[in-house]
């Protein structure tokens, strides 16, 4: 079975424009999210980006990555960076690229779930669910995800926090991107809401922390903080 993680990247940003180039360690924050990425049992790990700049800096580091027409989000960005590298990989991983703390092990928690959903995604307790920038999501006891939100849900708690990172059967992968986004996804401005109300089973697989990822540019000092002597 052939997985590929792809990292999608690009130079602006809503809230932190740039961030994917800031500079962490002496090196771009994305690199420390495709060498944490590299470490979980994948055999292949590409930046998928239309930014000539996030391009120079792959190769200035070492790495793999495959120019891509603009997106509206992450998963458009992976599909047109599998479309254009060919092969065949039985799955494949998005991995959003603010995450420089990401845990490898929830890569593979991730694909672990596709033997029971279409697709597979990461969650971990949250203590304050009131930031909108932080994702919530709300299970059924087998794990299917039920609903995602930036607003504190569900009612009372207990909360989890979404991480971003999600594994796709390689066929599932168009039908997402395919998905029409109705009036959820557009409110919250949440992909996977889309592929909920297409019928996609996505299943949560709960582990026991998780570091944030980079939203803002307090998230950014908090990251420098913990990478940085």
Same mark, same amino acid.
């Given at each position: 079975?052939?997985?590929?993680? &792809?990292? !999608?990247?690009?130079?602006?940003? *809503?809230?932190?424009?740039?961030?994917?180039?800031?500079?962490?360690?002496?090196? =771009?924050?994305?690199?420390?999210?495709?060498?944490?990425?590299?470490?979980?049992?994948?055999?292949?790990?590409?930046?998928?980006?239309?930014?000539?700049?996030?391009? +120079? +800096?792959?190769?200035?580091?070492?790495? %793999?990555?495959?120019?891509?027409? =603009?997106? =509206?989000?992450?998963?458009?960005?992976?599909?047109?960076?599998?479309?254009?590298?060919?092969?065949?990989?039985?799955?494949?991983?998005?991995?959003?690229?603010? @995450?420089?703390?990401?845990?490898?092990?929830?890569?593979?928690?991730?694909?672990?779930?596709?033997?029971?959903?279409?697709?597979?995604?990461?969650?971990?307790?949250?203590?304050?669910?009131?930031?909108?920038?932080?994702? *919530? &999501?709300?299970?059924? =006891?087998?794990?299917?995800?039920?609903?995602?939100?930036?607003?504190?849900? !569900?009612?009372?708690? /207990?909360?989890?926090?979404?991480?971003?990172?999600?594994?796709?059967? +390689?066929?599932?992968? /168009?039908?997402?991107?395919?998905? !029409?986004?109705?009036?959820?996804?557009?409110? %919250?401005?949440?992909? @996977?809401?889309?592929?909920?109300?297409?019928?996609?089973?996505?299943?949560?697989?709960?582990?026991?922390?998780?570091?944030?990822?980079?939203?803002? *540019?307090?998230?950014? %000092?908090?990251?420098?903080?913990?990478? %940085?002597?």
């Amino acid at each position: 079975m052939a997985v590929w993680a &792809v990292v !999608p990247v690009r130079a602006g940003g *809503k809230r932190l424009p740039g961030k994917g180039l800031a500079t962490l360690g002496g090196r =771009p924050l994305f690199v420390h999210v495709v060498e944490r990425a590299a470490r979980a049992a994948v055999d292949r790990v590409v930046v998928a980006t239309d930014s000539s700049e996030v391009v +120079a +800096a792959c190769k200035a580091h070492g790495l %793999e990555s495959v120019m891509t027409a =603009p997106a =509206p989000c992450g998963t458009h960005r992976v599909w047109d960076a599998v479309q254009r590298l060919g092969g065949t990989p039985s799955v494949v991983l998005n991995v959003q690229g603010d @995450q420089p703390l990401l845990d490898p092990s929830h890569l593979d928690a991730a694909v672990s779930l596709l033997e029971r959903f279409d697709v597979g995604t990461v969650a971990a307790p949250l203590a304050d669910p009131t930031p909108a920038r932080r994702v *919530k &999501v709300v299970t059924a =006891p087998n794990g299917r995800a039920l609903y995602f939100s930036r607003a504190p849900v !569900p009612y009372g708690g /207990p909360y989890l926090m979404h991480i971003g990172v999600y594994a796709f059967r +390689a066929p599932v992968l /168009p039908a997402c991107v395919a998905a !029409p986004r109705q009036q959820l996804a557009r409110s %919250e401005d949440l992909e @996977q809401l889309a592929w909920l109300e297409a019928g996609i089973a996505v299943g949560v697989q709960t582990v026991t922390s998780a570091e944030a990822p980079v939203d803002d *540019k307090h998230d950014l %000092e908090r990251v420098r903080g913990a990478l %940085e002597p």
